[in-house]
């Protein structure tokens, strides 16, 4: 480990699967960022939280489950994780991204999607001098 490199900052809620949750998701972490002294990128962070969770709700979050969103920070990096339960991991992978993807990739430094048992993470990082 770099000796330099901060200690990771980490916090996660579970949301069950509700359209408003959306909104939940998003307040959650605009309030986390400030807390941590990373609001530089706030609106772009809190744009894509929200296209993550819409995605979660409408294509991974099987009926009677929940969500959970992950926030991350360490050194420069912010770094976004929705974990849902439901399947969808191939489709993601093989099919050109949605409109949400599309903007989750404008604005993030980089995202992507890993397997998960059940289920899947999806993830988008924000790097920079107050990240």
């Given at each position: 480990?770099?000796?330099h490199t901060q200690a990771a900052l980490l916090i996660e809620r579970l949301y069950l699967r509700n359209?408003?949750?959306v909104a939940a998701a998003r307040q959650f972490t605009?309030?986390?960022l400030r807390?941590?002294?990373r609001p530089e990128r706030d609106g772009d962070v809190s744009l894509c939280v929200s296209e993550l969770t819409t995605n979660a709700l409408r294509?991974?979050?099987p009926r009677g489950r929940g969500y959970l969103l992950r926030l991350l920070a360490f050194d420069e990096t912010?770094?976004?994780e929705v974990h849902d339960s439901g399947p969808g991991l191939s489709r993601m992978l093989e099919q050109p991204p949605g409109r949400g993807l599309t903007l989750v990739g404008a604005l993030a430094d980089?995202?992507?999607v890993l397997p998960r048992a059940p289920g899947k993470a999806v993830w988008c990082e924000f790097r920079g001098p107050g990240c």
């Open positions: 480990m770099n000796p359209p408003r949750s605009r309030d986390t807390t941590w002294g294509y991974g979050v912010v770094r976004i980089a995202w992507g």
